[in-house]
T-cell receptor, first 117, second 118 residues
Framework: AQTVTQSQPEMSVQEAETVTLSCTYDTSESDYYLFWYKQPPSRQMILVIRQEAYKQQNATENRFSVNFQKAAKSFSLKISDSQLGDAAMYFCAYTPLYNTNAGKSTFGDGTTLTVKP | GAVVSQHPSWVICKSGTSVKIECRSLDFQATTMFWYRQFPKQSLMLMATSNEGSKATYEQGVEKDKFLINHASLTLSTLTVTSAHPEDSSFYIC??????????????FGQGTRLTVV
């Protein structure tokens, strides 16, 4: 079974600075997707960024970028120029593309990010 | 991105009654939808996979008779919590994925439903 581990239950960053959230996962599959979701107090799940496992290039979305290390099964999220609106719970998710579990996402336990003004 | 609408956003019901939660894909056809449960400050736990036109697939430990899932059309899946008890109080979230060949499209989540059983 796939597992996703977020080792940082809580993180804090000063406004305008950079923070990195960690995520590791375990799988025997070679092709899959990885996602970072943001869940603000409203509890709506918002996609932050996604990475296709077969792509070596790290995904980037404006201030958000990932460091994808496939061999190490590591998928960290870097938030640059942190803003107050970035404060939320962040979930790392693994999604297989094939076999009977295709499309089923496994989520990490989440990291609560606090942004200090 | 695609839109998934979940209704109601919150509901309070008496112990012993049943509650139905709807999940609709508004601008795409979802042959598969997923139902998750989330306790406060915890992760999302997959409860079941809803398949259009067939029986839902439940994860281990999830009571099929307690959480009835119906996926009668390509745009609607419903979760009915039967004979609800206070321990069923939780946040329930659905998600839907656009069918292939749009490979790798992310799951679009509904707004979630906060269920409180009193």
């Amino acid at each position: 079974a796939q597992t996703v581990t977020q080792s940082q239950p809580e993180m804090s960053v000063q406004e305008a600075e950079t923070v990195t959230l960690s995520c590791t996962y375990d799988t025997s599959e070679s092709d899959y997707y990885l996602f970072w979701y943001k869940q603000p107090p409203s509890r709506q799940m918002i996609l932050v960024i996604r990475q296709e496992a077969y792509k070596q290039q790290n995904a980037t979305e404006n201030r958000f970028s990932v460091n994808f290390q496939k061999a190490a099964k590591s998928f960290s999220l870097k938030i640059s120029d942190s803003q107050l609106g970035d404060a939320a719970m962040y979930f790392c998710a693994y999604t297989p593309l094939y076999n009977t579990n295709a499309g089923k996402s496994t989520f990490g336990d989440g990291t609560t990010l606090t942004v200090k003004p | 991105g695609a839109v998934v609408s979940q209704h109601p956003s919150w509901v309070i019901c008496k112990s012993g009654t049943s509650v139905k939660i709807e999940c609709r894909s508004l601008d795409f056809q979802a042959t598969t939808m997923f139902w998750y449960r989330q306790f406060p400050k915890q992760s999302l736990m997959l409860m079941a996979t809803s398949n259009e036109g067939s029986k839902a697939t439940y994860e281990q430990g999830v009571e099929k008779d307690k959480f009835l899932i119906n996926h009668a059309s390509l745009t609607l899946s419903t979760l009915t919590v039967t004979s609800a008890h206070p321990e069923d109080s939780s946040f329930y979230i659905c998600s839907a994925r656009e069918p292939r060949p749009r490979r790798g499209t992310e799951a679009f989540f509904g707004q979630g439903t906060r269920l409180t059983v009193v």
